[in-house]
């Protein structure tokens, strides 16, 4: 019974605590302010996510566009190492041509 007193006790205590916060000004501050924050933070989130939905279709394009340019980036490496194969063999039949021959003579024409 004792401590059944005692709980009554402090509940009373508290609910005239909470009592006296709710009716101060300071608190009636805070709670709007904490409204205030929540509402901002709902609407910045919304804006996130419509910013998201679009980034997420912008990589989409994007993908979507250099698709066909790696295609198209293949057939000029290609194209440009077949010339490159050709200069080269030109050059060694150049130089095996060159190096079979004698070498020119130096004496002044008279």
Do not use: F, N
Not at 5 to 16: G, N, P, R, W, Y
Not at 43 to 59: Q, Y
Not at 74 to 100: D, E, F, L, V, Y
């Amino acid at each position: 019974m004792d401590k059944k007193t005692m709980m009554t006790q402090l509940a009373t205590v508290s609910e005239a605590a909470l009592g006296k916060l709710a009716q101060s000004d300071l608190s009636k501050t805070a709670l709007q302010g904490a409204i205030t924050v929540k509402d901002r933070v709902e609407r910045l989130m919304s804006k996130m996510t419509d910013l998201d939905e679009r980034v997420i279709e912008l990589e989409k394009r994007v993908t979507a566009l250099e698709k066909p340019a790696k295609a198209v980036t293949a057939a000029k490496k290609s194209t440009a190492t077949g010339a490159k194969r050709t200069t080269t063999s030109t050059a060694k039949k150049k130089t095996t041509t060159s190096a079979t021959k004698p070498p020119a003579s130096t004496k002044p024409a008279s």
